[in-house]
């Protein structure tokens, strides 16, 4: 009875423990990569908990703006939403005409994400918002 009391305590105290510890994303910032491969812009994500992205008008605004970029056409205004949940970024196509892509680092070939479904972000991932690149650094 002893060690099942010494059990129950250590396991509630590593539970307090985890439950207490605040996880930190290796990603401070996206980058947008040109298609040349230069960097264009940047967005510091310190404090950030979402960026939408897509394109900015006069009524409708966004976080991350590719209206300015050269595939600017095929990137819808609602394009996808970065979420910052639990230490971890999270990508997510908001049902976008063009598609939303995410290349892990070392991998070859982008993966094509299915609509309204959350993606883990890690530091080196290049994401596709539709034809344009975004970089997570």
Known sequence: MLILGIWFYLE???TKQLENT????????FVLITRDGERQKEWCCKGACSFLIG???????VDIDLADTYYMEYVSPS???LNYVQGYWYIEDLNSTNGVGLKKRGEEYALRL???????????DVIYISKVKLLAR
């Open 114 to 124: 299915k609509p309204m479904t959350s993606y883990k972000v890690e530091e080196g």
């Open 22 to 29: 605040v996880y930190e994303s290796d990603i401070k910032r």
């Open 79 to 81: 394009h996808a939403v």
């Open 55 to 61: 394109k900015s008008s006069i009524n409708h605004e």
């Open 12 to 14: 509630r105290r590593i």
